[in-house]
Nanobody, 120 residues
Framework: QVQLVESGGGFVQAGGSLRLSCAAS????????MAWFRQTPGKEREWVAT???????NYVDSVKGRFTLSRENAKNTVYLQMNSLKPEDTAVYYCHAEAINTARTTFTVWGQGTQVTVSS
């Protein structure tokens, strides 16, 4: 069993910053990629950023230059540094991982989500 636990969400004024963390725990052999998605009421979940096992990153255009995704492999943790936040960044942010467990089975897993609210 593998779990993702997110933290770091909250309330911030426009232009402010937040850092989200996502820690994976359980029967992990290797984590391949980890990603962040976000969702607002009535809309589909939107991909935000991905970091590969080699720390290569990709971002949705709307957050490029403002968000930075990094990972700490020893802790199976990723961090999403969000700067210059805008009201349109308000959403529940979900962490996602593609990994291999100790049984050498590939799987995907979602975190429980963390709310980010940006006021204008």
């Amino acid at each position: 069993q593998v779990q993702l636990v997110e933290s770091g969400g909250g309330f911030v004024q426009a232009g402010g910053s937040l850092r989200l963390s996502c820690a994976a725990s359980g029967s992990i052999f290797r984590i391949n990629s980890m990603a962040w998605f976000r969702q607002t009421p009535g809309k589909e979940r939107e991909w935000v950023a991905t970091i590969s096992s080699e720390a290569g990153t990709n971002y949705v255009d709307s957050v490029k230059g403002r968000f930075t995704l990094s990972r700490e492999n020893a802790k199976n943790t990723v961090y999403l540094q969000m700067n210059s936040l805008k009201p349109e960044d308000t959403a529940v942010y979900y962490c996602h991982a593609e990994a291999i467990n100790t049984a050498r089975t590939t799987f995907t897993v979602w975190g429980q989500g963390t709310q980010v609210t940006v006021s204008s």
